[in-house]
């Protein structure tokens, strides 16, 4: 491998974990000479991904991991390599979710499903792999009208800007504490 190109993996996460990997669909891409996106175990009749005898299913469908995966390369191209790994996991993941799930909810509809319960297995078969980052993404873009070079550019924590988020919210308009 040229010492320039940084590669990167999302391998299961190992038999002994509870919880899938995030991006179970055994998806790997590289950075660097035009980027390029490869997806293994691609099922292009049924639109899903088959990796390790797991069927993704919707809204983590095959356009979506294409969705996903040329969103990284595409900001890893805007940013640079090292800004985009520097990037709080939130914003690197959540707007690569944002821009591929399919069916998006409004920022109430997945905040209010989401409630205060940890992601769990159910929920990432109902809402893709990182339903809290993308939430908060949705509130950046969608509520507080930041822009996409904006929302890439933020140094924000996840914990400061779930703060923010739980502090836009007017009290007695039904929000859930996330925590
Ligand atoms: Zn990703």
Sequence with gaps: MHSRQAARSHPPAGASTDLP???A???A???GFGGS???SGANFETGRLIKWGYVTTPPRTLA???AHELTHIVVGEHLGVIQSERQPKWVHEGFPDYVGIEHRQTFEALRDALGDRPVDIPMMQAYG???QFRLLVTFFLEKKGWSVGEL???KLTFEQAMAVMRSDQEPGTGFRDLR
């Design 21 to 23: 990997a995030p991006e």
């Design 29 to 31: 891409y590289f950075y």
């Design 129 to 131: 792999a990182y339903p």
């Design 64 to 66: 979506y991991f294409c």
């Design 37 to 39: 996106a490869f997806l």
């Design 152 to 154: 890439l550019r933020t």
């Design 25 to 27: 669909g055994g998806v």
